[in-house]
């Protein structure tokens, strides 16, 4: 969890949960359970730890599921605490 804000860690468990939906730009905005994320800057701050659900529809501005990274269950992982 070292380097990772709270705010951070909540939105990539909300993810593994399936409650966060990011837009295909690139500048990606998140959503979560279908409200804008109230930081609009996290996006940016997660990349690597967060991606487009690879099965879903892509195009400019749409909103797909976002799915955690290798990294971003990494970040998740009981053993980043330590």
Request: proline letters at 10%; one cysteine or more; aromatic letters at 2%.
């Amino acid at each position: 969890m070292a380097g990772h804000t709270h705010r951070q860690l909540a939105v990539l468990r909300a993810a593994a949960a399936g409650h966060v939906e990011m837009t295909c730009s690139r500048e990606p905005h998140l959503y979560v359970d279908g409200l804008a994320c109230c930081d609009p800057t996290l996006g940016h701050q997660l990349a690597g730890l967060l991606a487009p659900e690879p099965a879903a529809p892509r195009g400019p501005g749409l909103r797909v599921p976002a799915v955690l990274t290798a990294a971003g269950q990494a970040a998740l992982a009981p053993t980043a605490a330590a």
